[in-house]
Nanobody, 126 residues
Framework: QVQLVESGGGLVQAGGSLRLSCAAS????????MDWFRQAPGKEREFVAA????????SYANSVQGRFTISRDNAKNTVYLQMNSLKSEDTAVYYC???????????????????WGKGTLVTVSS
């Protein structure tokens, strides 16, 4: 059983930056592809970014491409989401999720994830 705990959320002004972290425990972190999803008020949860087991492959939603960067440190069992040039529409609860993989395949849909964190709130004021 893998436990995921997000941190780093908060209130930031539009144009600012935040870095989210997701610490994993209870499993072999390097066996898991990691994703970030988000859910804005009144909307469905959506994919944000994904990274493969080694970190060699990444994928981003069009809405965050060029502004957000996903990375991971397998020695620290942690995945990060660096968010720059934040916009009010980035306001959401951000969730990290883990998907067991035996290759460098990455997953961008919710049903493909095995474990979820409880989320961290990001509020961008305009």
């Amino acid at each position: 059983q893998v436990q995921l705990v997000e941190s780093g959320g908060g209130l930031v002004q539009a144009g600012g930056s935040l870095r989210l972290s997701c610490a994993a425990s209870g499993g072999t972190f390097s066996y898991y592809a990691m994703d970030w999803f988000r859910q804005a008020p009144g909307k469905e949860r959506e994919f944000v970014a994904a990274i493969s087991r080694s970190g060699g492959r990444t994928s981003y939603a069009n809405s965050v491409q060029g502004r957000f960067t996903i990375s991971r440190d397998n020695a620290k069992n942690t995945v990060y989401l660096q968010m720059n040039s934040l916009k009010s529409e980035d306001t959401a609860v951000y969730y990290c999720a883990a998907a067991y993989r035996n290759s460098e395949i990455i997953t961008t849909w919710e049903n493909g994830m095995n474990y979820w964190g409880k989320g961290t709130l990001v509020t961008v004021s305009s």
